[in-house]
C-alpha cells in the first residue's frame, strides 16, 4: 500500500486529503508544519511515496520543502504534489522545473485528490 503524507497547515486540509485517500486505500500519515525541521524530522520517519503539500504556510513556503527533500538521499525519490488556494502561472512554472508532479488548487473534491493521486502512484492504491 503506498504511503501519502500530508504537509499543510490547514487542520481542516489535512482532514479532508486524509478522510479520500484513506478511503481509497492509501496510507495516510498528516503531518503538521510547524518548523521546516521537525516536518523534515516526520518526513524522513514516515518515508512517504508522494508528498502533499501547500505551497504557502506561515512556518515555512512548500518550495523550500520541496528542494530540501530532493537534495536529501532518503527522499530525492518522492514524488510531490501541491495543493494550493494559489493561483499563480509563472509559481506552477518554477514548481514543475523544481521536478513537482502535479499543482492542484483548491477547494478540490475528494475524487479530482485521488484521481490525481492514483496518476502520479499509476494506479489505485492495493488494499
Known sequence: MARVAVVDD???????AEAALRKS???VVLV?????QTTLEALLEAKPDLLILDHSMPAFQGPSLVRTCFEHPVLSQIKVLILTALHDEAMAERMKKLGVGEILHKPISHEELVNAVNKMLKGPAEL
Open 25 to 27: 486505500g492509501y496510507d
Open 10 to 16: 490547514s487542520r481542516l486540509a489535512r482532514i479532508f
Open 32 to 36: 503538521d508544519p510547524s518548523s521546516m
